[in-house]
């Protein structure tokens, strides 16, 4: 493996982590919450519901695999 | 209560990383001797301090909410990932994390190495202790440069950081055995909680939204991501018996 690849893998391991779909989740999240934030809408209950909502598919999904 | 909630989470997630890196450095100085290992521990050392440099004053001048929203996603992430893992052990789907095992298995590693000399340093446990340092070094510089920032405050996120390196590098020293009895395990589910805690909160900040009661709302978090990972733990914990029956 070439050392850049290496070096994208430890910085992708380290940030991402061994299941991507919680980082897409979050930032699925992140986009609602600043789109309804920017329409008026008072969006602080919508992260602590997604964060919990990502956990337990990410959960679900390694006790399957 | 933040600068609190501040230390704490510094110290809790500093020490869980120095402990892992203790481990190695052990595993390197019995097994290749203390020059090489200590030389290893004091070049990474000075690596970190040089990433502190550079990086800690680059952060103080990017806009807060800009900063609040990636350091945000970043600490969710993390703490996910960590939660997660916490979750599984908690509820026996996965294997506690067992220092006492790990430092046998890269003791065992160390001692069947080949040994090859350089300036009158074993280079094996230079790279061993080096790169264990860095790694989990960088983890904590990490934790302390953003919570530090985000919250305005490095020197208290640093204060819990060092609070975490005397105890953790006095008690080494003292025992010069792994910290086996550090409940490691319960330290990582505390840092999961905390991780995304300050996550949820600084990334709806960050994208917009404006929490009821303003930096209060830190606790009704808290205590939100602490039950719904217990009830977590609970469920699991009825399926893992489920399974077995």
């Known amino acids: ?65 | 209560m933040t600068a609190g909630f501040l230390v704490l989470s510094s110290f809790l997630a500093s020490a869980v990383e120095m402990v892992e890196a203790l481990t190695i450095v052990l595993a390197s100085g019995l097994a290749r001797g203390w020059r090489s290992s200590l030389t290893g521990v004091g070049a990474a050392v000075v690596v970190l301090l040089a990433a502190v440099a550079a990086l800690g004053p680059a952060l103080t001048v990017i806009p807060i909410d800009a900063l609040r929203l990636v350091v945000g996603a970043l600490l969710l992430v993390f703490g996910l990932q960590w939660l997660r893992k916490a979750i599984l052990r908690a509820s026996g789907f996965k294997a506690q994390h067992d220092e006492d095992a790990i430092f046998a298995s890269e003791l065992e590693e160390a001692r069947t190495a080949e040994r090859r000399e350089r300036a009158g340093v074993d280079w094996y446990g230079f790279v061993l202790s080096f790169k264990g340092v860095l790694l989990e070094g960088l983890e904590v510089v990490f934790i302390v440069l953003t919570f530090g920032s985000t919250q305005g405050s490095i020197p208290l996120a640093a204060l819990g950081a060092a609070a975490a390196l005397v105890l953790v590098a006095g008690v080494g020293v003292a025992v010069r055995a792994p910290l086996a009895r550090v409940p490691e395990n319960t330290m990582k589910f505390a840092v999961g909680v905390m991780l995304t805690t300050f996550g949820i909160f600084w990334s709806t900040e960050g994208a917009g939204g404006q929490w009821p009661g303003s930096d209060a709302a830190l606790v009704a978090v808290l205590a939100f991501v602490v039950a719904s990972s217990a009830l977590l733990v609970g469920l699991l914990r009825r399926r893992a018996v489920l399974a077995t029956a």
């Open chain 1, 1 to 65: 493996m070439s050392r850049i690849a290496s070096i994208g893998r430890f910085w992708w391991d380290f940030v991402v982590g061994d299941d991507w779909r919680v980082a897409a989740g979050i930032a699925v999240a992140i986009g609602a919450t600043a789109a309804l934030a920017a329409g008026g809408v008072s969006v602080w209950w919508l992260m602590p519901l997604a964060a919990v909502l990502v956990l337990y598919v990410s959960l679900r999904r390694s006790i399957a695999a």
